[in-house]
């Protein structure tokens, strides 16, 4: 299983990173455990190094089935048709992401992910396989969209991430200020629904349905915990505020630590490095202690009455993490939905295998929520665009 040129730590460290370009969540923690496992067997019985990384590194289902090809294609340079043809009898994961993810990629770019990149550990120059069969399945961007944001290491994924968050943001604004709502009389025939109601009269369009553009369009209200267990998702949110905030949408943005800080302004400079700058400047404290209930109270007491209607999203990004006491967070929150339409929290820990919101902060905050979503992966990102566009 050695390759001439490279040791066993450094052959294993650039397996664990082909693997999270798959979609697997491996760290430096898994990393060290796969190297006391293999340390501690006979190097020569690969079946049993196979079997051994298998049940240490997967998942779920799909990384188990997914598992061998990606072992055998990295340590072998072989495995690549079967796992090209595994990929073309089972479902294709660009079925089940959210529509919106590749309407966020520019058309360059949507070119480039339907070819997928090339394999690590593939052969190639005389021994490579024909064009278009020496392939890794998922493409570069497909994997940053499934990855946990907290396991990208290399500056190249994480700035790559923060460009797709704030791109991605930004297709959303769009097609949420857009969007037309069904209509007795109006002003664009809604071709969908319309296809749909004649069906049964031979698919002829005699009755026709219309939709309009709502006159009063979604107000989301923002808030992002940037302490310190949310360090590792937190610049990602960002960016994807930074998208978010623009023309078309009634949007305002706020982060809290100890306390709470107004940046709408901040994330709508056009120069991304300065806005990032002043950004530093303002928040002081990032990474540090939480307090929920206490942002949430300076939020209710200098901003709610000007920032919230009836048509107001308030999305909160928090892991739950609260130094305050639960009743006053139930309390605030009890306050923030008597103004606004519905509260969204995201929460990163959600996206993690085993994890349930018994914390005593997020225990009490659970009534008051009406979308309680994942936010650790820039696909689940996406899939906020169907929760705000039911309102």
Known sequence: MSTPGAGPAARLSGFMAHLRRNGFAVGP????????????????????????????????????????ALFDAYWFGSGVRAALRAEAQGP?????????????????????????????????????????????????????????????VSPEDIAAAERLAERLARVLRYRLSRRRLPARRGDTVDLRRTIRRNLGKGGEPVELLRKHRPERPVNLVLLLDVSGSMRLYSRYFVS?????????????????????????????????????DRLSLMVEGFGGGTRIAGALKAFNDRYARAS??????????SDGYDTDPPELLAAELARLKRRARRLVWLNPLLGWRGYAPVARAMAAAMPYIDCFAAAHSLESLAALEGELARL
Request: aromatic share 6%; no cysteine.
């Open 29 to 68: 923690g898994e990393t060290e455990a796969a190297l006391a496992f293999l340390a501690a067997g006979d190097p020569t019985d690969v079946a049993a190094a196979r079997l051994g990384l298998k049940t240490m590194l997967t998942g779920d289902r799909g990384q188990w089935q997914r598992f061998d």
């Open 92 to 152: 294709r994961q660009e079925a089940r992401r959210p529509e919106i993810w590749n309407k966020a990629l520019p058309a360059e770019e949507r070119a480039e992910a339907a070819e997928p990149a090339a394999l690590p550990g593939a052969p190639s120059g005389e021994d490579a396989l024909p064009a278009g069969t020496g392939r890794l399945v998922a493409s570069r961007q497909e994997a940053l969209a499934r990855a946990d944001l907290r396991n990208l």
């Open 240 to 276: 994807f505020l930074r998208g978010l905030l623009g023309g078309w949408l009634h949007a305002d943005a706020f982060v809290f630590h100890t306390g709470l800080v107004h940046i709408s302004d901040v994330l709508r400079e056009r120069d991304r490095l300065r806005a990032m």
């Open 308 to 317: 919230l209607n009836s048509r107001s999203i308030v999305i909160m990004m």
